[in-house]
């Protein structure tokens, strides 16, 4: 599978990113590890060095303290590897606010552990974005823009029909260093809830909004 995604990236002029996983971190089995472990090895020989991964549902798998469990044992392969380990918000998450990223990168000091910001995630949770930049700037490995609807409440829209203010992060983020990736993102949700289907057009907009900040 990972030989054919290789060729068709090469065919077509695509390069790999990111492998962004299904299932948090947490919990105790041999199979969520060696899930992760394939992952890292995968987005190498693709010719990425990031996964992206998030925590169990708040309270689930051990919390907060299974998510530094899984990490410490992660560190390692990640190391080795060269891969980079991007934890996601998510809303009603294990890694949801400013205090659990605050924990994980206390017990958890590499370079190889960072945060995955998911603008509109952070929204929905209610989490100041600039305090959240100004604290951990430095350990921001990715960004995932997505648009949400309102402070505090869940519920992802287009881009342009919501409040997330996107380009203030990605503003503050760049005025601190910031070079790495910008992940536009169009949640199925959205879909979903507004019966409208999906077309390019929906791509155009954050392109223009974002591509201004694109390197050569």
């Not at 490995?141 to 949400?148: A, P, Q, T, V």
């Not at 019966?195 to 390019?200: A, I, V």
Request: overall charge negative; proline content about 4%.
């Amino acid at each position: 599978m990972i030989r054919s995604l290789k060729e068709r990236c090469e065919n077509t002029g695509l390069s790999a990113m990111a492998i962004h996983l299904n299932g948090g971190l947490g919990g105790e089995t041999c199979k969520d590890f060696c899930h992760k472990l394939w992952a890292m090895q995968a987005i190498r020989e693709l010719g990425g060095r990031r996964i992206v991964t998030s925590g169990a549902a708040r309270g689930q798998d051990g919390g907060i303290e299974g998510v530094i469990r899984a990490l410490k044992a992660l560190v390692p392969a990640a190391e080795d590897l060269d891969v980079l380990i991007c934890l996601e918000n998510h809303c009603q998450n294990n890694l949801e606010t400013i205090e659990d990223y605050r924990r994980v990168f206390d017990a958890i000091p590499s370079p190889y552990v960072g945060l995955c910001i998911d603008t509109g995630h952070f929204d929905a949770s209610g989490v100041d974005m600039d305090a959240l930049t100004e604290e951990f700037s430095e350990r921001v490995n990715h960004i995932h823009l997505k648009e949400n609807l309102g402070v505090g409440e869940k519920k992802f829209v287009r881009f342009g029909e919501g409040t997330t203010d996107n380009r203030r992060v990605v503003h503050n983020m760049i005025a601190r260093g910031y070079e790495g990736y910008l992940s536009i993102e169009l949640s199925p949700e959205i879909g979903e809830h507004d019966g409208r289907p999906f077309t390019t057009a929906d791509l155009e907009l954050p392109y223009k909004m974002f591509s201004p900040y694109e390197s050569p």
